[in-house]
DNA sequence: TAAATAGTTCAAATATTTTTGAACTATTTA
DNA sequence: TAAATAGTTCAAAAATATTTGAACTATTTA
């Protein structure tokens, strides 16, 4: 379940995790994607170090962005899609 | 008129743009408001130096999200809100 | 015309974010 | 069990963003 009531906050976080362009990519990366992919092949995708990748993935989560899946040694990552569905259509309620 | 085809460049301007707790204050003021106030009154109305408020403006103004409008000795500001009306509803072909 | 007001610019100081590489944990494969 | 693999953590370095105050321009008011 997605979460409601967002503070200014909340608001801050997703908007910083978003104004990076290489979390930009990532996330661009992830919308085009249909299925979940590890954080190891998306960041050769992205052609970034591994700690990088770590850093990257962990604000996109913080954030709420993506969503995270850990299968034995590997993590997968898909898009947070009702965050960016809810934040979209409450955007000024949410500010 | 309002800006069409934003690159990843716009985009990240503007998610800076809103990734900072003055940035957004003011926004949700001016969004609460519905006619043009000058610079120095919202930056009273902030608590900020004018200083700051010109450096916040700037980065307000050059990611698209406030209008600016030059009355003599005084600036006059409100938000844009065809690019934010745009963005929201072009968030995904925009990124 | 002098003083006051609105806002800008600049460079220095401060704060925050991002990158880097080495050392680490946990899991899998040989 | 040893070696390899996926990812994390840490602290230092580098890069960016923000704040500050003083000096500035342009306009208005006394």
């Given amino acids: ?3 409601q ?3 200014s906050e909340d608001s801050i976080k997703i908007f910083k ?13 992830l919308n085009q994607l249909n299925h979940e992919e590890s954080c190891g092949e998306i960041g050769q995708a992205m052609d970034i170090s591994k700690t990088s990748g770590s850093y990257h993935f962990k604000i996109l989560q913080e954030a709420g962005l993506i969503t995270v899946h ?13 965050t960016f569905d809810y934040y ?8």
């Fill in 1 to 3: 379940m997605t979460k």
């Fill in 5 to 7: 009531n967002y503070t």
């Fill in 17 to 29: 995790a978003l104004a990076d362009p290489i979390r930009l990519e990532i996330i661009k990366y």
């Fill in 70 to 82: 850990k299968i034995a040694r590997e993590k997968y990552v898909k898009l947070d899609r009702p």
């Fill in 88 to 95: 979209l259509t409450h955007f000024w309620q949410n500010l």
